[in-house]
């Protein structure tokens, strides 16, 4: 149990962040993947998050935040003219992932600045912790 309610909270945004993270970089990682174990070209990875009620000892709840589905992205990859390119079919057309890498810093960089708060948060709750256990001395 933790003594401030802020650190249960905060720890499933922190472990939310940390797979949309998780999931970013494998997007990064795979821009250029024209055949996966499945056959076609990497999809791009979408994070959705949702509520979850954390039960407290004495009966509290708190709201905080997790995963709710990692989906594919339905949108097209581009098509690019490369007839040296193993996976180009008959028409010299390679299909390309459909993940746009500028899109993908941002996604990256909203989810490390959402994490870096998210740890602000724990570091705070902790100094007033140690704070209260200062005044009983």
Do not use: W
């Not at 174990?37 to 039960?55: H, P």
């Amino acid at each position: 149990m933790n003594l401030i309610p802020g650190i249960d909270i905060t720890s499933g945004a922190l472990s939310a962040q940390k797979m949309r993270l998780d999931i970013v970089a494998q997007n990064i990682a795979n821009a250029q993947t024209t055949r996966t174990a499945d056959g076609g070209a990497y999809k791009r990875q979408i994070v959705s998050f949702e509520t979850e009620l954390v039960k407290r000892a004495g009966g509290t709840s708190l709201s905080t935040v997790r995963i709710g589905s990692v989906t594919n992205d339905k949108t097209p990859g581009q098509q690019v003219y490369n007839p040296q390119h193993p996976d180009a079919g008959a028409d010299g057309l390679v299909n390309m992932p459909n993940v746009n890498l500028s899109y993908e810093m941002v996604d990256l960089i909203t989810a490390s600045r959402a994490y870096e708060a998210n740890l602000s948060v724990v570091k705070a709750c902790r100094n007033l912790a140690r704070k209260v256990f200062e005044i009983g001395k």
